[in-house]
């Protein structure tokens, strides 16, 4: 529920100016992402010895923490790598000879 509302409120913003997202972005999403890396370290111990995507996801998040809080730094970061994702898959495919 947490990390939808981020992204919900975040995708609301995107056709205003970079600074004003940048500004948004530290009032409104910094205090739900703050407490979604609190809610990890708390609950880490309960999950760390699983195994599973979810497990997976969580230790990613924990392992990367600093990385998946960048887009606080710059308003024209976006929150999710998709559209590169997206872009690099074209060029993934044409190197291994499939058509795109």
């Known amino acids: 529920m947490r990390l939808g ?7 609301s913003w995107k056709k205003k100016p970079p600074a004003e997202i940048k500004q948004l972005r530290t ?3 910094r205090p739900h992402v703050l ?6 370290e708390q609950h880490r111990p309960a999950f760390q010895d699983q195994r599973g995507l979810v497990r ?6 924990h392992n ?3 990385a998946l ?5 710059d308003g024209r970061l976006v ?4 559209g590169a994702e ?3 898959k074209h060029v993934a495919s044409a190197a291994q000879g499939h058509p795109a």
Request: include cysteine.
């Open 27 to 29: 009032t409104f999403l």
């Open 56 to 61: 997976s996801a969580l230790e990613y998040a």
């Open 64 to 66: 990367h923490c600093d």
């Open 79 to 82: 929150l999710t790598n998709n």
């Open 5 to 11: 509302r981020i992204f919900e409120l975040d995708e």
């Open 86 to 88: 997206r872009a690099i």
């Open 69 to 73: 809080q960048r887009f606080f730094d």
């Open 35 to 40: 407490a979604f890396f609190a809610w990890l």
